[in-house]
């Protein structure tokens, strides 16, 4: 079974400053893990994803995520926020092989960022 | 290119009554997940369907809950007599295959309120 855990339900960053959002994952095999980031009312979009290629992920506006193994972590990361990165962020792991599809998602961690 | 189509947006029953909410998936896809989404929580997944098929609704109630995706048309979740914890945020998404690697695709979701 695979779980995610999300370090901190509610972030806000001072506008410029480093946005860094925790998540820890738990799972039997290999996993695929995923940043989604969700605005009010609307659908999930994919900020960036890990298949097992290079640990250090770069994604859209910015985003880039960072594998750790040892630490079970795949923490998201921006140098510079902006007032649009206001969001509500969730990251989410699948198993590799069967039931790939199949993407567990942390409680996510609604960011606020303060001009 | 459309991106995945719900409808309706929002949808309001009365205890006791049937909600059906539909998912176009993308152009192309024909691999269509269900997930729900409780006030304060991530997504869960419901099911997987394909064309005509259901692939594992293993995240499904086993009671009041269906889901369909025909060969024409949409897919559909169908919800009978609802009840108040029924009330979420209900989201399709679409994939080109069903392994993990692939982008799963949102739609806007459909908020469902029970009164």
């Known amino acids: 079974a695979q779980s995610v855990t999300q370090l901190g339900s509610h972030v806000s960053v001072s506008e410029g400053a480093l946005v860094l959002l925790r998540c820890n994952y738990s799972?039997?095999?290999?996993?695929?893990l995923f940043w989604y980031v969700q605005y009010p009312n609307q659908g999930l979009q994919l900020l960036l994803k890990?298949?097992?290629?290079?640990?250090l992920v770069k994604g859209i506006n910015g985003f880039e995520a960072e594998f750790k193994k040892s630490e079970t972590s795949f923490h998201l990361t921006k140098p510079s926020a902006h007032m649009s990165d206001a969001a509500e962020y969730f990251c989410?792991?699948?198993?590799?092989?069967?039931?790939?599809?199949?993407?567990?998602f942390g409680k996510g961690t609604k960011l606020s960022v303060i001009p | 290119n459309a991106g995945v189509m719900q409808n309706p947006r929002h949808l309001v029953r009365r205890r006791g009554q049937e909600a059906r909410l539909r998912c176009s998936p993308m152009?192309?896809?024909?691999?269509v997940y269900w997930y729900r989404q409780l006030p304060e929580e991530g997504l869960k997944f419901m099911v997987y369907?394909?064309?005509?098929?259901?692939?594992?609704e293993s995240g499904m109630p086993k009671e009041r809950f269906s889901a369909e995706f025909p060969k024409e048309g949409p897919s559909i979740l169908r919800i009978q007599q609802v009840v108040r914890g029924d009330s979420a945020a209900y989201f399709c998404?679409?994939?080109?295959?069903?392994?993990?690697?692939?982008?799963?695709?949102f739609g806007p979701g459909t908020r469902l309120t029970v009164l």
């Open positions: 799972s039997s095999v290999p996993p695929y």
């Open positions: 989410a792991v699948s198993r590799t092989g069967a039931g790939s599809y199949q993407l567990t």
């Open positions: 890990y298949t097992s290629a290079a640990t």
């Open positions: 152009k192309g896809h024909s691999h």
């Open positions: 369907l394909q064309k005509e098929n259901i692939i594992d």
């Open positions: 998404a679409s994939s080109l295959g069903q392994e993990g690697y692939n982008e799963q695709f």
